[in-house]
């Protein structure tokens, strides 16, 4: 069975940073590709960042560029997102995904192209 359990989420003030974390079990993590989405209230899920299984092909949601780094350490199952420079507009709940499914440029930011979902953690940003 996959679980991907996020952690790392919380409460911060507008220009400080974040770091989320996302650990999967029951997967060959190797050979998954990592993503990082993204739901506030009332709103659509939202892309954030895609990582190839071996990291070498990364991509990010336009309104993140810049200010979000995804990483993955495939020997500890695990998927970084660093956030700097948060903004108000970046308060939801950030869910970690997981799908062998190829995808290239805009094609990763399609959230029916991930087989497995975190339950999501939650970040606040205070103005």
């Known amino acids: 069975q996959v679980q991907l359990v996020e952690s790392g989420g919380g409460l911060v003030q507008a220009g400080g940073s974040l770091r989320l974390s996302c650990a999967g079990s029951?997967?060959?993590?190797?050979?998954?590709?990592m993503g990082w989405f993204r739901q506030a209230p009332g709103k659509e899920r939202e892309f954030v960042a895609h990582?190839?299984?071996?990291?070498?092909?990364?991509y990010y949601g336009d309104s993140v560029k810049g200010r979000f780094t995804i990483s993955r350490d495939n020997p500890k199952n695990t998927v970084y997102l660093q956030m700097n420079n948060l903004k108000p507009d970046d308060t939801a709940v950030y869910y970690c995904?997981?799908?062998?499914?190829?995808?290239?440029?805009?094609?990763?930011?399609?959230?029916?192209?991930?087989?497995?979902w975190g339950e999501g953690t939650l970040v606040t940003v205070s103005s």
């Open positions: 029951g997967l060959t993590f190797s050979r998954y590709s």
């Open positions: 995904a997981a799908t062998e499914n190829y995808c290239s440029g805009y094609g990763c930011y399609d959230p029916s192209l991930m087989n497995h």
């Open positions: 990582s190839r299984w071996n990291g070498g092909r990364i």
